[in-house]
């Protein structure tokens, strides 16, 4: 009994090693292949979705390539307006200094005027100084 019961033990631990071994190794299924008429139908299948999945991403990127010309042409015609607009802020400015350019002898003239009177303004204060010192010596001389 002890010769089977280690019989049976050893047995039982060279049971136990193949298990693990086989728990380690994949067990390999027998490949069944579908019939000629499923796997030509499963071909058309794959194929039509493959075609749908193809076209909607080609259709984005068309769309997106539609959507950057669209941006592309409104910057176009925004960078249009904006030389526009630069263009005839230039003409405006040289205008405007072809008129400074016309007006500066005029302008000149007020400077040299505004110096002469400003130097008159002077010389008359002066003289209503000199004009009281006069008054007041007059009137000091006519108390005496």
């Known amino acids: 009994m ?18 693990r071994d086989d728990a380690a190794v994949e067990t390999a299924e027998e490949a069944k292949e579908p019939a000629e008429a499923d796997i030509t139908e499963l071909c058309r299948d794959m194929f039509s979705k493959m075609a749908t999945y193809l076209t909607g991403e080609l259709t984005a990127t068309s769309e997106d390539y539609k959507l950057l010309e ?19 802020i230039s003409r405006n400015l040289k205008d405007l200094n072809q008129k400074y350019a016309g ?30 010192k006069l008054e007041a010596k007059y009137k000091k001389l006519e108390k005496r």
């Open 70 to 88: 669209n941006m592309n042409k409104l910057t176009s015609l925004k960078y249009l307006e904006m030389k526009d607009i630069a263009i005839n």
């Open 2 to 19: 002890a010769a089977s019961a280690a019989a049976q033990g050893v047995s039982a631990t060279q049971r136990e090693e193949p298990v």
């Open 103 to 132: 007006l500066q002898p005029y302008l000149d003239q007020i400077n040299v005027i505004e110096e002469q009177v400003a130097a008159l303004e002077q010389a008359a204060y002066k003289l209503d100084a000199y004009s009281k």
